[in-house]
């Protein structure tokens, strides 16, 4: 039966990219898995030499992916990728059969996937990955995955069961991912001696007071000891929870990091240097060499819609996709230290954005959006942000479209030849734009 899956997926696939309907990337896996509820498990098992890399967080999925993908490939790795962000268990159905052989075989090295944070838990059922990564958490469509405490609940049962032969590659700086290396096979490890017990588990973070906040931002989420409840102390802060941290009452601390830094980022952003050293982490357990990580770094091109930059008639416009207070800061905040004047926000509440948008006001406009020379708004609640964004200026033009393509053509003419126009949309607000933009849809 799985033969005839492949066959009917590949054919389904290809029949989508030909008429431009997308890259039929979940379709084929729904398909399959509706007919066969074990087909990852089934191929897989078919397949024991593919090694796997997993990928969960709220921000940061797509582009570390991409980055692990790039250092591998540059060192002679076949690697493939669930790229087009499809993050469900269709959509690893179908990367898994998209890259088989009407035989069942896969002929690659590695698969790369990034996984949806509540689905992590039901990935881990079907799959057994040779490294997982996770990277942080941070309040994000709240109709949908509720509090972060709930997926760190949900995380932590799923780790419980995690196989010793997984590596676990953690971000220290987030309270509750560094949390989360306590616990392997059921078993708490004591606070003081947690870190180094275990040594299939590595920390990555920042260690550079340079790039460090006077306080938290508006949109901060974890600042509270996950291990007794207690107030966190902050000996740095990079950007939301996100930092060198302590607690006072229980001794639970940031664990020692295996790595801080690297003499060279792909990307602006602080948010960037941490998909950089998770993926150099990660390399780096594979035996990747320093020469292969240096050169496949100055290579790297960004995924669609992480920092991604588009031509048009001589004038370039990049996209940032934010589809939460954090990274909506994260963006403002690198967008504004290149000298952005003309910017789009883009904000959508459809199914993969999240239902519920009051959470733009949780977003700290009012630090960024008065160096800007003009400011467009549009999208399905175009109005919503518009009169959020009213409330923040004073020395900005702003101007609201209802029609997306109508603000895309706007922020065109702003732009003049030669600069940058700078699009912020949510995750289905981002396929649209890009859609208008190079005229071929993505998903």
């Known amino acids: 039966m799985n033969a005839l899956l492949i066959l009917i997926g590949k054919l389904f696939s290809l029949a989508s990219k030909t008429v431009n309907l997308g890259s039929g990337s979940t379709w084929p896996g729904h398909v399959a898995l509706s007919f066969n509820k074990n087909f990852i498990k089934e191929i897989l098992a078919r397949n024991k030499d593919l090694k796997i890399i997993l990928i969960a967080g709220t921000n940061g999925k797509t582009t570390t992916g991409k980055l692990i993908q790039t250092i591998l490939m540059g060192n002679g790795k076949r690697v493939f990728q669930n790229e087009s962000g499809a993050n469900l268990l269709n959509g690893i159905a179908s990367s898994l059969l998209l890259h088989s052989s009407i035989l069942l075989t896969i002929n690659y090295d590695y698969v790369v996937f990034e996984i949806d944070e509540n689905t992590l838990p039901l990935a881990l059922k079907e799959l057994t990955p040779n490294y997982l990564i996770l990277l942080n958490l941070f309040r994000d469509q709240l109709d949908r995955y509720g509090e972060v405490n709930t997926i760190v609940h949900k995380w932590k049962k799923a780790l419980e069961n995690l196989s010793k032969n997984t590596t676990l590659i953690l971000n220290a700086d987030d309270p509750q991912i560094a949390y989360l290396g306590k616990f392997r096979g059921g078993e708490s490890v004591p606070p003081l001696r947690w870190n ?44 939301s929870h996100l930092g060198d941290w302590e607690c006072k009452n229980c001794d639970f601390k940031r664990p020692k990091l295996d790595i801080s830094k690297y003499s060279y980022y792909p990307l602006p952003g602080i948010y960037i240097r941490y998909n950089t050293l998770a993926a150099i982490l990660v390399a780096k357990q594979i035996d990747v060499g320093q020469k292969h990580i240096n050169s496949a770094l100055h290579k790297f ?143």
């Open 196 to 239: 180094r017990i275990d040594t299939s588990v590595f920390y990555f973070g920042l260690d550079d007071k340079t790039l460090s906040q006077k306080s938290h931002q508006h949109a901060v989420d974890s600042t509270y000891c996950p291990n007794c409840n207690s107030k966190l102390y902050y000996n740095s802060i990079y950007y």
């Open 301 to 443: 091109t960004p995924a669609f819609g992480r920092q991604e930059t588009i031509r048009i008639n001589g004038k370039r416009i990049q996209i940032f996709l934010s589809k939460n207070p954090t990274s909506f800061n994260e963006s403002l905040r690198t967008i504004t230290s290149l000298g952005a004047k003309n910017v789009l926000l883009v904000l959508n509440d459809r199914i993969p954005d999240g239902r519920d948008v009051s959470w733009i006001w949780d977003v700290d406009f009012e630090d960024y959006v008065n160096s800007f020379e003009n400011i467009i708004v549009s999208g399905d609640r175009t109005y919503d942000m518009g009169l959020r964004i009213k409330y923040a200026i004073y020395n900005s033009e702003l101007r609201i479209y209802e029609n997306l393509n109508k603000a895309v053509q706007k922020l065109l003419r702003e732009v003049k030849s030669g600069e940058i126009g700078y699009v912020l949309p949510t995750y289905s607000a981002m396929l649209e734009a890009r859609m208008i933009l190079t005229g071929r849809k993505l998903l």
